[in-house]
Structures are given as structure tokens and as C-alpha cells.
């Protein structure tokens, strides 16, 4: 019998509010040009106040990764937190609308608001990302819901979330249910900050719960602390069943056992590089979902990555099975 979800992510619930603004306005305002920073929460209500003509849009790394699933046709599910506040509101319609389950109803009467990254784009196409983390960052246990983890195939979490207690205690959680069902669990490592911040308990899991981590070259390096990539997939694919490790221009490299696959890609100039390790993700677990061999899945991964890269914003523009179709892929 198939299960409810195909593929369940969890993950930062983050909205990202985007507007254009001048170097200028950067400059006034005290905002980094083309870097993403934290903020605190009185930072970001005023530079949340100080935009002009905002939208904003369902985000977070892995709530990408779902979203780009699900324009797939995949039945897909996100677990986060958000505030019952207007952009916690927004968020989950959004994601409903876009075919996603968001099983957690919004946190009435929270403490915190619903998080945000506050995005200036400049004339010359670079965004300054200020990032507000908020009530995401608080998801625990009490957030996973067991009906949701005990019915999907693949599992999804975010490297991100390990930043805190709660979030840890969610994913073991989460990885142990799955499991249970005979669900395959997996990871993106996220950021190489967030590796060195966390490389034991990232050991752990991909030593034990896990079947599969996703990440890219500087942080499988920053995993195993080698400048010799041959040398940090073989000790990945010791540690874990599936290491898929995307290096950029290069294509992807795949270790499963003693297998090596190095997938190339085809070279897109970059509009927009936010989201792109996101759709890669997206894209590479549509085609494991599919029964496709691996290389084909970091092709399929590389082109769902190259779509996004090619235009403004972290999510698919077009139409990702029309591109497969295209390249008689599907």
C-alpha cells in the first residue's frame, strides 16, 4: 500500500519578505551588502518596517526543497513553526496552496513572531539577506507529529535546526519514527558553519538513523576536517549507506559502498545562486523516489539546481518535468 507523503521535510519555517533598494538604502540602514546576517528581533521589525513595497514568500532551506517536490507532483509534507501573526498566516496558506501539507497550525499567543529574511536586492541583482530566526528556531518533539512520520517514504531534515536543544530532540525523534515505518531518513548538512558548529552530533546521526546526507564539498570537508575530497567521501560512505556531495561547476559526486559516481552538469550563468543546493535536493530525491539509478538522480538534481540558479528567487520558475521531458528523462 503507498504511503500519505512521498517525501516529509522538516525544517526552518522562514518568510522570506523581499524588496529592491538602492546601495544607498543599504547604506543608510546599515545592511551588508550581498551576505546573509542574523538579526535580533528589534533589528529586524525595523528593517521590516523600513521596506518599501514588500512581498513575501514561503522559504526556509528544506521548505524549498519540499516545494520544489511538490511542483514535481510528489505528495509531500513540511513540518515548522510559525506564529499565528499575518506572515505565519501567509505562510502556511502558501504552502497548502502549493501542495504541501503543513500539519502544524500556527502558535497562537507565542512569544515569538514567525521568522523572516528580510531580502534587499539591488540593482546589480545582489541580495543582502538580513535573517531573523523567530519561532522556527523553537520546533521541538512536541512538533512532529507521529501520524505524518509513521506514513511518508524518504524523510528530509535540515542542518540548520541543530542550532538548538529542542531542535536536536525533534529530528532523533522524527528519524526513529521513521524508521519504525521503514521510511528512509536523510540530511542536509546546510552550511560549513553549521558542520563545525555541530560536527559530533552530525557524525552520530550519519553513523546511525540516517541513510543518506546531502551536502556540498566544503562541508562534507569541514565533516571529516580533510582537504582530500576522494578521502572525505570514502569516510562518508563508511559512516553512511548514501553520500551525495554536490562541488558547484563540477557536477555531483555519489558514494554508495565502495561505488563512486561523478555526475557532470551543464554550466548555467548564475542570476540568483539562493535555493540552488535546495533544488538540487529536490530534484536528486524526486529521482531516488522514481526508482531512477543514481546518476541519473544527480543529473535530474543538476537540473532542477540549474532552473533556479537561472533566474530571481529560491524556488521553481518553470516547469521542472517539462525540462526532464525535454532531455527524455521522463
Request: proline share 5%.
Amino acid at each position: 500500500m503507498s504511503k500519505a507523503y512521498q517525501v516529509v521535510g522538516i525544517g526552518n519555517a522562514v518568510s522570506d519578505v523581499i524588496a529592491t533598494s538602492s546601495d544607498e538604502f543599504l547604506a543608510e540602514h546599515g545592511v551588508e551588502k550581498s551576505i546573509m546576517q542574523l538579526v535580533d528581533q528589534t533589528r529586524a521589525e525595523a528593517l521590516f518596517a523600513a521596506m518599501d513595497s514588500r512581498t513575501d514568500a514561503p522559504g526556509g532551506s528544506v521548505a524549498n526543497t519540499i516545494a520544489g517536490l511538490g511542483s514535481l507532483g510528489l505528495r509531500t509534507a513540511f513540518i515548522g513553526r510559525v506564529a499565528d501573526d499575518d506572515l505565519g498566516l501567509s505562510y502556511a496558506l502558501a504552502m497548502q496552496a502549493e501542495g504541501t501539507d503543513f500539519p502544524n497550525p500556527p502558535v497562537r499567543n507565542a512569544d515569538l513572531p514567525t521568522s523572516r529574511s528580510m531580502i534587499f536586492v539591488s540593482p546589480d541583482g545582489e541580495r543582502s539577506m538580513n535573517t531573523y530566526l523567530g519561532i522556527s528556531s523553537e520546533l521541538g518533539p512536541e512538533d512532529v507529529p507521529d501520524e505524518v512520520l509513521a506514513d511518508c517514504e524518504i524523510l528530509f531534515l535540515e542542518g540548520y535546526l541543530f542550532d538548538k536543544a529542542p531542535g536536536k530532540e525533534a529530528f532523533r525523534k522524527a528519524a526513529s519514527l521513521a524508521r519504525q515505518s521503514g521510511a528512509r531518513a536523510g540530511i542536509s548538512l546546510s552550511d560549513p558553519f553549521c558542520v563545525d558548529r555541530h560536527r559530533d552530533d552530525f557524525r552520530a546521526l550519519v553513523c546511525g538513523p540516517l541513510d543518506f546526507f546531502i551536502c556540498n564539498e566544503e562541508e562534507l570537508k569541514s565533516l571529516y576536517q580533510t582537504d582530500d575530497l576522494a578521502q572525505a567521501l570514502k569516510m562518508g560512505a563508511r559512516d553512511c549507506e548514501l553520500v551525495v556531495c554536490t562541488r558547484s561547476a563540477q557536477g555531483v559526486s555519489i558514494c554508495q559502498g565502495d561505488e563512486r559516481w561523478d555526475v557532470p552538469v551543464v554550466p548555467v550563468t548564475p542570476v540568483d545562486a539562493t535555493g540552488a543546493g535546495d533544488q538540487f535536493a529536490a530534484g536528486f530525491l524526486y529521482g531516488v523516489v522514481q526508482g531512477f539509478d543514481f546518476p541519473t538522480c544527480g543529473k535530474i538534481g543538476g537540473i532542477a539546481a540549474g532552473e533556479v540558479i537561472g533566474h530571481i528567487g529560491p524556488r521553481p520558475a518553470s516547469s521542472i518535468a517539462e525540462l526532464l521531458k525535454n532531455q527524455g528523462i521522463i
